[in-house]
């Protein structure tokens, strides 16, 4: 039976019923009044996710479209910056700044760790001229599992005037990321994660500080030019060319939901898998790439067994038990495989997932006990522990 199929990726996520209700609605007019006010509930929802009161629009593209928007928008060519790079996401930042003719330096970390503030502080503080106009930072490294701490981030580079520039693509709305408490310049953000819609959305906040720096900026940009957002959306709750109306009806449900979730118990219930995942993986006696402290609440990436090749695992798993878990990425990409568990998954799909996993490794020749992990999940789960 093809159609039960487990998504245990990080992004695309599952949809829930009510959102997909949404989506299937028969189209609306984008420049009726009607979809204005809609717009306009769907920006405000998504702006207490953020915490921001600073300007946020919805764009029709993926996470990588509003990356690009962040670059094009902020960053002149030729302008200085530095990018925290640890991870398959830090490169795709390096590859937008070099697309641009950014003058980018990068702070390389090693991927499974976080990122350094000492090392921006200690690059920052040589810069005495402000040469440097933007920092661009990941929030959740997707590809290594890790979540990199944005705050000391932010703080390491204290009052220097550079952008902090943020990819949240992952993170958002699974772990804390406080846009205005944490002086966070421009932050994106996408559908798939654990706003639990599907790909095709992707949502961009900006400050007054980043606004002043684009008016100096002259990269040519049309499709992403944020100012033409600006004017539609200030002008009448719109945006400036036909956005994917569905998939807004799809996450005005979604916003609900997370609403009535509440934020907390959002970020609460996404540790908590990680919590259970992790637990699960220790007791199959399998090695975890981050450190607790490190790891993500979005994805958990774990080292492959020795003579067992990751594309072996992940094929069984989809093959034959329609559970699609992700490989590795970039230069971990035969060393980790990685299962997601953000947005619309139940801690039943975990269970689901370990328990396929025990047999799938078993079938690949790795001396698991059955229910090994599915034992501890449920000692932990049984526990209350969070
Ligand atoms: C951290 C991070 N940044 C950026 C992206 C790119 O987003 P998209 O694939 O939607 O373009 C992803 C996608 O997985 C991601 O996880």
Redesign the pocket.
């Known amino acids: 039976m093809r159609d039960k199929q487990y998504l245990m990726i990080?992004?695309p996520t599952p949809v829930p019923a009510k959102v997909m209700e949404g989506i299937m609605a028969p189209p609306i007019g984008h420049r009726t009044p009607e979809f204005g006010q809609i717009i306009k509930e769907v920006t405000e929802n998504i702006k207490e996710i953020y915490q921001t009161k600073n300007d946020l629009f919805i764009l029709t593209s993926?996470?990588?479209?509003a990356?690009e928007a962040a670059v094009a928008n902020f960053v002149n060519s030729g302008e200085k910056a530095i990018i925290m790079d640890n991870g398959n996401?830090g490169e795709?930042w390096v590859k937008i700044c070099d697309r641009y003719g950014v003058d980018a330096e990068v702070i390389s970390g090693p991927w499974g760790e976080q990122a350094d503030p000492k090392a921006l502080a200690n690059r920052l503080n040589q810069d005495k001229n402000g040469e440097i106009k933007a920092v661009f930072v990941?929030h959740?490294?997707?590809s290594t599992g890790v979540l990199n701490d944005v705050k000391a981030l932010r703080e390491a580079m204290g009052d220097h005037p550079a952008l902090f520039i943020v990819?949240s693509?992952?993170g958002m709305a699974a772990a804390p990321l406080k846009v205005d408490e944490w002086k966070l310049d421009v932050v994106v953000s996408?559908s798939?994660k654990a706003y639990m819609i599907p790909?095709g959305l992707a949502f961009v906040s900006v400050s007054d500080k980043a606004w002043s720096a684009s008016d100096k900026v002259k990269n040519p940009r049309f499709y992403f030019d944020l100012r033409a957002a600006k004017k539609s959306y200030d002008e009448k709750y719109n945006t400036p060319y036909t956005p994917a109306t569905n998939l807004v009806l799809g996450l005005q449900c979604s916003l609900k939901m997370m609403k009535e979730e509440g934020l907390e118990n959002i970020y609460k219930r996404h540790n908590y898998f990680k919590n259970i995942v992790r637990t699960a993986v220790r007791a199959l006696g399998l090695e975890l790439l981050a450190t607790d402290k490190a790891a993500s609440a979005s994805v958990t990436a774990i080292k492959k067994p020795e003579n067992i090749d990751v594309k072996d695992i992940t094929k069984i798993m989809r093959t034959k038990h329609n559970i699609v878990m992700a490989g590795g990425q970039g230069k971990l990409k035969n060393d980790i495989f990685r299962i997601g568990h953000l947005g619309y998954v139940h801690v039943n799909d975990i269970i689901v997932t370990i328990a396929c996993l025990e047999m799938t490794l078993k079938e690949l020749g790795m001396n698991v006990e059955l229910g090994q992990g599915v034992r501890a999940m449920q000692e932990f789960i049984l526990k209350g522990d969070k």
């Open positions: 990080p992004g993926s996470g990588t479209g990356m996401f795709r990941t959740n490294e997707t990819d693509v992952s996408g798939q790909p």
